[in-house]
Each structure stands twice: as C-alpha cells, then as structure tokens.
C-alpha cells in the first residue's frame, strides 16, 4: 500500500462515532486530521442520514456538516450496483451487499464495519474486513 490507506466506513461506524465516544470517535477524529482516506457509499451516506434523523435527531446535524469538512471518496451507487447480487450470494445477505460492494469495487485498503456476517468474511479481494479498534490499533491511531 502506497500513501494513505482508504478506509470503508460501514454506517455502524459513521453513526456511532458522531453520536458516542469511543473508538468509532477516535476514527472519525483521525478522519478529519487526515491520517487515512475515508470512503463512502452513496447507500452508506443515505442511511446514516436517515438512521440519524430518525434516532438520534440533535446529532443528525453534524453528519452534513462531517461531509463537508473532511475529505472523502465517494462511491456511486453506478459503480458497485451490478456486482451487488454476487456480494449478495457470499454472504447470504441482500442489506449488507451494497456495502460489501462498493468497498470491494472501490479498491479499500480496509472496510470497518461492527457487522459480524461482513467480519466473518475477513477478505473479499484486496479489501480487508476489521473493526475499529483493529484499524486504530494496526495504525497506531
């Protein structure tokens, strides 16, 4: 890996670091000082946004404002669409197949995700499936 890693940010991510402390905070703080290349999905962006609106609605501001501010890779829902029913069929879940998709198709270093079917799988391709406190650890963050 050469330059910065590109990190996959599962929407379990993206919410819990703008709602709670912790690792997934400390991530997206690393995010913002530019330590990796954060990347997005176009369905990871709509759910956060939504699952934010509707949960938790006085955090649901900053999420806009994260966009914004810190520089990311965002994947289109055209790049990863058609390789979405492969993902599908490995893992044996339609609803964790757009992101497992798009993380693959993009080329991440890393996909951080708390889902355990997507953790189970380990490696799909290039991209490597770990948990926050393992991508914090293994960089040093």
Avoid: C, W
């Avoid at 708390?114 to 490696?123: P, Q, S, T, Y």
């Amino acid at each position: 890996m050469t330059g910065k890693p590109k990190v996959f940010l599962d929407t379990n991510i993206l919410i819990s670091g703008m709602v709670f402390a912790g690792n997934e905070r400390k991530l997206l703080e690393a995010a913002i000082d530019r330590k990796f290349v954060p990347m997005l999905s176009s369905d990871v962006i709509d759910e956060a946004k939504e699952a934010l609106r509707r949960k938790f609605p006085k955090q649901a501001v900053l999420f806009p404002l994260f966009l914004r501010t810190v520089k990311h890779e965002k994947i289109s829902r055209r790049a990863y669409r058609r390789s979405v029913r492969r993902y599908a069929e490995l893992i044996g879940d339609r609803t964790d197949a757009p992101i497992l998709a798009a993380a693959v198709v993009s080329k991440a270093d890393y996909l951080v995700t708390g889902d355990k079917r997507l953790l189970a799988l380990k490696k799909v391709g290039g991209t490597e499936i770990i948990q926050t406190r393992e991508l914090l650890k293994k960089f040093r963050m």
